[in-house]
């Protein structure tokens, strides 16, 4: 890639940045972007620049609105490197899989039968598959859709296999929330209560950054232990009927 210059115009900035002239100087009265340097009565822009606008896009294709956007900017330091690696590790999924494309033939082929509507709603719900109209569907974890593809293959109709997923869902909810509380409880509101100070942003991402492998490696590792006392319970009551015990 080829370095950016030190000394663009206002236009040139506009074709690096792939941003309006409009939209720049809209950005730079909202106090979202550095003044440039003026020589001749003509303002030059730099790196920094097309870093912050560059930035400002990523973040609002995130659904970050110019308000909070201006926040983060601000407390960072002017750093657009600082920011936009703590936005990234927030927005980053936990696993990268990617997602697949299906149509309405191919699901009723892996699942043995045509859905019904009411059940392709209902996995809609749950995020199973996200329709996109003409009988596709985008779907976003082709792991889950292949668990509950083996469950069905079991013989488990699939309206019991999606009360199944609805179920583990619920509580997964409940451990996602308590590991974002530890996050925020720990970490988040005493860097906020100490104004935010620029030299810790590092930190409050790594911290960020670190929550997602510890949150799965022990939701996984207490659901193993789990399973195994739940599993020994069930089939030992079993052996037990059958023994007379």
């Given at each position: 890639m080829q370095p950016i210059a030190s000394d663009l115009t206002i236009d040139e900035l506009a074709r690096e940045t792939g941003m309006t002239v409009r939209n720049i100087r809209s950005h730079a009265t909202r106090g979202l972007l550095p003044p440039p340097e003026v020589r001749a009565r003509t303002g030059y822009y730099g790196p920094e620049h097309v870093a912050r606008l560059r930035l400002i896009r990523e973040l609002q294709g995130n659904g970050y609105n110019l308000g909070a956007i201006k926040h983060l900017l601000s407390r960072a330091n002017g750093s657009a490197e600082d920011v936009l690696g703590f936005a990234r590790a927030l927005l980053a999924p936990f696993e990268d899989e990617q997602p697949e494309i299906v149509d309405a033939d191919e699901l009723a082929a892996r699942f043995g039968t045509a859905i019904e509507p009411k059940l392709a709603a209902r996995a809609a719900k749950l995020g199973l598959v996200v329709p996109m109209g003409d009988g596709r569907f985008e779907v976003p974890s082709p792991?889950?859709?292949?668990?509950?593809?083996?469950?069905?293959?079991?013989?488990?109709?699939?309206?019991?296999?999606?009360?199944?997923?609805?179920?583990?869902?619920?509580?997964?909810?409940?451990?996602?929330?308590?590991?974002?509380?530890?996050?925020?409880?720990?970490?988040?509101?005493?860097?906020?209560?100490?104004?935010?100070?620029?030299?810790?942003?590092?930190?409050?991402?790594?911290?960020?950054?670190?929550?997602?492998?510890?949150?799965?490696?022990?939701?996984?590792?207490?659901?193993?232990?789990?399973?195994?006392?739940?599993?020994?319970?069930?089939?030992?009551?079993?052996?037990?009927?059958?023994?007379?015990?």
């Open positions: 792991t889950l859709l292949a668990a509950g593809e083996a469950v069905v293959a079991l013989g488990v109709p699939l309206e019991t296999a999606l009360d199944l997923i609805e179920r583990v869902g619920g509580h997964a909810d409940a451990v996602s929330k308590a590991f974002v509380r530890l996050f925020m409880d720990r970490v988040w509101k005493p860097f906020a209560a100490a104004g935010e100070p620029d030299a810790d942003w590092p930190k409050v991402r790594e911290a960020l950054e670190q929550l997602r492998p510890l949150a799965t490696e022990a939701l996984v590792a207490v659901f193993h232990q789990r399973m195994t006392q739940a599993t020994e319970r069930a089939f030992g009551r079993e052996l037990q009927k059958r023994t007379g015990a």
